[in-house]
Structure formats: structure tokens, C-alpha cells
Nanobody, 123 residues
Framework: QVQLAESGGGLVQAGGSLRLSCAASGRTFSGYAMGWFRQAPGKARGFVAA????????YYADSVKGRFTISRDIAESTVYLQMNSLKPEDTAVYYCAAADTEILVSTLEYDYWGQGTQVTVSS
């Protein structure tokens, strides 16, 4: 019953920035975590970042640590991914996900998924 609406993808030059947004239904307030995953052409979907809903604890993949920042706006039921110092290897379809119960936040064991938004980083 939770719907996720993503926005913010696009084309950017290496070293540039983008901010992805994911708006969820009000039921997400009782959820455990929201996260971002990405899938490059010919590769499996992988973990990028996650945040617990109540405590705001954040988790990051080593490849994006120090460059990406995940945050949440509880009043707007929205999670953001601020992406700075983008590299060509960041090019992928980015997916927003939400979990209703306690999970290992870096896995694919989420209950709801967005449709994905394309991020392309050129040299």
C-alpha cells in the first residue's frame, strides 16, 4: 500500500552534483528504513545508501562514502540523496526503496520499490 515517487535524475558532467528525491505515502512513518540502490547496464542492482526512519541512522556503500548524503524529511515523507563529485562510474538507474520491518539495510530485502530514475555522468 506504500507508493514511492522518484525524481531528480538526469545528465551531469563529472564533478557535478544532483539531488534525487523520493516521496512516500504516510504509512512510511511507521516503516523501518528507506534506501537507495542502483543498477548499471549489464550489472546487478547494488546498495548505495540507507537511513532508518525513526533514528535517522545512515549507512553508505564504500564507493559513495564522503560524496553522497542521504537525508529524510519526516513532515514531507520524503527521502533525499544528495550526490556530489559525481564520477562516470556512478552512471546507473537509481531506485528508491522502503522497508516496513527491521532488515539488514544494505540488502535487497525491502518491501516497496520505485520505478527508477536514470543518472548519467559524462567525462
Amino acid at each position: 500500500q506504500v507508493q514511492l515517487a522518484e525524481s531528480g535524475g538526469g545528465l551531469v558532467q563529472a564533478g557535478g552534483s544532483l539531488r534525487l528525491s523520493c516521496a512516500a505515502s504516510g504509512r512510511t512513518f511507521s516503516g523501518y528504513a528507506m534506501g537507495w540502490f542502483r543498477q548499471a547496464p549489464g550489472k546487478a542492482r547494488g546498495f548505495v545508501a540507507a537511513i532508518t526512519w525513526s533514528g535517522g541512522i545512515t549507512y553508505y556503500a564504500d564507493s559513495v562514502k564522503g560524496r553522497f548524503t542521504i537525508s529524510r524529511d519526516i513532515a514531507e515523507s520524503t527521502v533525499y540523496l544528495q550526490m556530489n563529485s559525481l564520477k562516470p562510474e556512478d552512471t546507473a538507474v537509481y531506485y528508491c526503496a522502503a522497508a516496513d520491518t527491521e532488515i539488514l539495510v544494505s540488502t535487497l530485502e525491502y518491501d516497496y520499490w520505485g520505478q527508477g530514475t536514470q543518472v548519467t555522468v559524462s567525462s
